[in-house]
């Protein structure tokens, strides 16, 4: 049987929102349209963005969803892996999807707020060799440079 690509696609949702549902339970909280709302806002969308832009996107689109319930939902989607939660260095938290996403670092702008994804193996594997150094087993990192883009320079 031969399957399309958007019946695949169906069918990972399916599975992603049936792993949210168990979590969701297991950590004391309804499965709600609202949670499913943020849920779906996230995994659906490549950008790094705050909890205020989120909520305001679900309520343009006619969601009945509070931020207090944004806030709560990506604390949960953080702590299980669905999403990343970024500090920039500004006191704003922004926040990724971290499904179907292959690692990668960032570049940020600190006069404009840009971010630019990258993947360098040569970073990667320095990291690998100064971990060995000092004895230690990687187990995750978080790299980001700042500096000024192009457009701001």
């Known amino acids: 049987m031969i399957l399309n690509y958007n019946k695949v696609k169906r069918l990972k949702k399916i599975e992603l929102l049936n792993r949210f549902k168990d979590i969701l339970h297991q950590n004391g909280f309804k499965f709600t349209p609202q949670r499913i709302d943020v849920f779906e806002e996230i995994i659906n969308n490549d950008g790094h963005r705050e909890c205020e832009d989120i909520y305001l996107t679900l309520r343009r689109q006619g969601k009945n969803v509070s931020r207090a319930t944004v806030y709560r939902t990506m604390d949960i989607l953080v702590k299980n892996n669905f999403a ?60 980001q440079l700042f500096g000024i883009c192009k457009k701001c320079q």
């Open 84 to 143: 990343r939660k970024l500090n920039l260095g500004d006191g704003r938290f922004r926040y990724e999807s971290k499904l179907n996403i292959p690692h990668h670092d960032h570049l940020v702008c600190t006069t404009c707020g840009k971010i630019v994804e990258f993947m360098d193996q040569k970073i990667e594997s320095l990291q690998e060799n100064v971990a060995e150094q000092y004895d230690f087993i990687l187990t995750r990192h978080i790299h």
